[in-house]
């Protein structure tokens, strides 16, 4: 059964430290990579997407790195904001163009203090 | 363009009545689809199309009906709603298998 785990399941921060969130998944086979910011009472945004042969993709302060052998992402947040409060998750697709080949993680999340 | 709109935006139940939720997307896309967030809980898929006039089932299909009529517009229905079914619901649009395109959710709540 296709699986995706996130880690942790909740963090606390103070504002402009940086983090770091995990992503660890058993879909097979594995197309995409993505991470999502979702906001509360908002539906989620999609921040990066990767595929196979990337290893490392920028969105602003938003860096995700994959490592499809070991079967794992990060995402990295640098010099946190008050607005990076929110659920991140992670959702891996297995290849096909079918709609039902995405699985979702269960998120981080996150909270950035003053 | 509004993107992808969901109504009602929140809806209050009793055991046993029904329901309709309307998702409507602006951006031409194939597939639309009908999740639940539940606390703790990944996305799960409700039903999805990849086309006007064809539905398919999801991971938790049990319990709702959808339909496709136009490509517009993807609704979900809810024949005799149970408090196992209080949840956040989100649609979403995508061109064909790539970036979904997620609606703001509709909290639905089932006394």
């Known amino acids: 059964k296709n699986q995706v785990e996130q880690s942790p399941q909740s963090l606390i921060i103070l504002e402009g430290k940086n983090c770091t969130l995990q992503c660890n998944y058993t879909v097979s086979p594995f197309s995409n990579l993505r991470w999502y910011k979702q906001d509360t009472g908002r539906g989620p945004v999609s921040l990066t997407i990767m595929t196979f042969s990337e290893n490392t993709k920028s969105n602003g302060r938003y860096t995700a790195t994959l490592d499809a052998d070991t079967k794992q992402s990060s995402l990295h947040i640098t010099a946190s904001q008050l607005s990076d409060s929110a659920s991140y998750i992670c959702v891996v697709s297995a290849e096909g163009n079918a709609g039902n080949m995405l699985t979702f993680g269960g998120g981080t999340r996150l909270m950035v203090k003053p | 363009n509004a993107g992808v709109t969901q109504t009602p935006k929140f809806r209050v139940l009793k055991t046993g009545q029904s329901m309709t939720l309307l998702c409507a997307q602006d951006?031409?896309?194939?597939?639309m689809y009908w999740y639940r967030q539940d606390p703790g809980m990944g996305l799960r898929l409700i039903h999805y199309s990849v086309g006007e006039g064809t539905t398919a089932k999801g991971e938790v299909p049990d319990g709702y009906n959808v339909s496709r009529l136009k490509k517009q517009n993807f609704l979900l229905g809810l024949e005799s709603a149970a408090p196992s079914q209080t949840s956040v619901y989100f649609c979403?649009?995508?061109?064909?298998?790539?970036?979904?395109?997620f609606g703001p959710g509709t909290r639905l709540t089932v006394t």
């Open positions: 951006m031409n896309h194939e597939y």
């Open positions: 979403a649009s995508s061109l064909r298998a790539y970036e979904q395109y």
